[in-house]
């Protein structure tokens, strides 16, 4: 698993899909938009659900203050067949709701 949360301050990231995914290939979708510098998308590829999590939670606390940004969007997408789609647990859940539901049973990220 990628050491991922050892950076500084910026996160690897690409601002366009990866050419050949393969099958269940997960990727952190971050689109804001930071006023006067215009919208940006940035993509993360990540292990598994709880990596994703890690990131999404890094990406939202670099962000959660900065008073410049005007909208942002953070999720969790899977690589189905032959496009991306939105990730959802067996049990249907979102990447939220599949992190409360692992912190509700105590676990912490």
């Known amino acids: 698993m990628a050491e991922l ?4 301050h910026v996160l690897k990231h690409a601002s ?8 269940g290939d ?8 930071r006023c006067g510098d215009g ?3 940035h993509l993360y590829k990540v292990d598994n659900p709880r990596h994703a999590i890690k990131v999404i939670d890094k990406l939202a606390d670099g962000q959660v ?8 969007a953070i999720g969790l997408m899977v690589f ?4 991306w789609c939105d990730w959802f ?3 249907g859940l979102d ?3 599949y992190k409360e539901e692992l912190e509700d049973s105590g676990e912490s990220f």
């Open 5 to 8: 949360l050892e950076v500084e």
């Open 16 to 23: 366009k899909y990866p050419e050949n995914p393969n099958e």
């Open 26 to 33: 997960l990727l952190v979708y971050h689109h804001f938009e």
């Open 39 to 41: 919208q940006s998308h």
């Open 65 to 72: 203050n900065d008073e410049e940004i005007a909208w942002n």
């Open 80 to 83: 189905e067949g032959s496009e």
């Open 89 to 91: 647990s067996d049990d």
């Open 95 to 97: 990447i939220d709701e």
